[in-house]
């Protein structure tokens, strides 16, 4: 019961973060780091819908869960964040949008897939951002985007490292690197590691190395 009341909190506090960025329907451009969770997330309404059907509620709630603190929340957030807000116009306003966009298009997913299980709070959540009964929509489709190149195990591997070496070293999160050497897969999320992790001088190869 007391973590299932921590998953709740945690629905509501992500809610409530993406909640801060204006919904737009402006044309937008989605990165491979975008890519890479809405692929995270078909996958994942695949899964539902098949189990669903079978009456099956206890394993997506797990699959839901674990997606929604350990992939959603504790890497694609953290490392959309500076994209997101863009306060430095280090990104182009399509790249913003397409941020606000995936953290939009996630959100609404997972409430519709979790209305089933948790009618209360993903009735308020959904009511909240589109004033409208989660209960009276269409279950969740996949939608067809190309995929990304890069893994998940890349992401969560690199940014795991980052923020324990931080740690190690008595530094906070946003303390500065001098350089690191990044696994080659995350070449293409370059702009977004780099500015999320405070990244001076980054390199590519198959070890990763980081120096103050």
């Given at each position: 019961?007391e973590?299932?009341?921590k998953?709740?909190?945690?629905?509501?506090?992500?809610?409530?973060?993406?909640?801060?960025?204006?919904?737009?329907?402006?044309?937008?451009?989605?990165?491979?780091?975008?890519?890479?969770?809405?692929?995270?997330?078909?996958?994942?309404?695949?899964?539902?819908?098949?189990?669903?059907?079978?009456?099956?509620?206890?394993?997506?709630?797990?699959?839901?869960?674990?997606?929604?603190?350990?992939?959603?929340?504790?890497?694609?957030?953290?490392?959309?964040?500076?994209?997101?807000?863009?306060?430095?116009?280090?990104?182009?306003?399509?790249?913003?949008?397409?941020?606000?966009?995936?953290?939009?298009?996630?959100?609404?997913?997972?409430?519709?897939?979790?209305?089933?299980?948790?009618?209360?709070?993903?009735?308020?959540?959904?009511?909240?951002?589109?004033?409208?009964?989660?209960?009276?929509?269409?279950?969740?489709?996949?939608?067809?985007?190309?995929?990304?190149?890069?893994?998940?195990?890349?992401?969560?591997?690199?940014?795991?490292?980052?923020?324990?070496?931080?740690?190690?070293?008595?530094?906070?999160?946003?303390a500065?690197?001098?350089?690191?050497?990044?696994?080659e897969?995350?070449?293409?999320?370059?702009?977004?590691?780099?500015?999320?992790?405070k990244?001076?001088?980054?390199?590519?190869?198959?070890?990763?190395?980081?120096?103050?």
């Amino acid at each position: 019961i007391e973590g299932a009341g921590k998953t709740l909190i945690k629905l509501w506090n992500v809610s409530k973060f993406i909640s801060l960025f204006e919904k737009t329907d402006k044309k937008y451009k989605l990165n491979d780091l975008d890519l890479w969770i809405i692929n995270e997330l078909n996958e994942l309404v695949n899964y539902a819908k098949e189990r669903y059907e079978e009456n099956n509620f206890h394993n997506p709630a797990v699959k839901l869960r674990t997606f929604i603190w350990e992939t959603f929340a504790s890497h694609y957030i953290e490392l959309v964040k500076t994209r997101a807000y863009n306060q430095d116009k280090k990104f182009t306003q399509e790249e913003q949008n397409g941020a606000i966009f995936t953290l939009y298009y996630c959100l609404e997913t997972l409430l519709k897939l979790l209305a089933p299980i948790i009618p209360f709070l993903t009735y308020k959540i959904y009511h909240d951002l589109n004033n409208k009964d989660v209960h009276f929509e269409k279950f969740p489709e996949t939608i067809s985007i190309e995929k990304s190149k890069i893994n998940t195990k890349d992401i969560i591997d690199f940014n795991s490292v980052i923020w324990n070496y931080k740690k190690t070293n008595g530094k906070s999160l946003n303390a500065e690197l001098e350089s690191a050497i990044v696994p080659e897969g995350l070449k293409l999320i370059e702009k977004d590691l780099i500015l999320t992790h405070k990244i001076k001088k980054i390199e590519y190869g198959k070890e990763l190395k980081i120096e103050f």
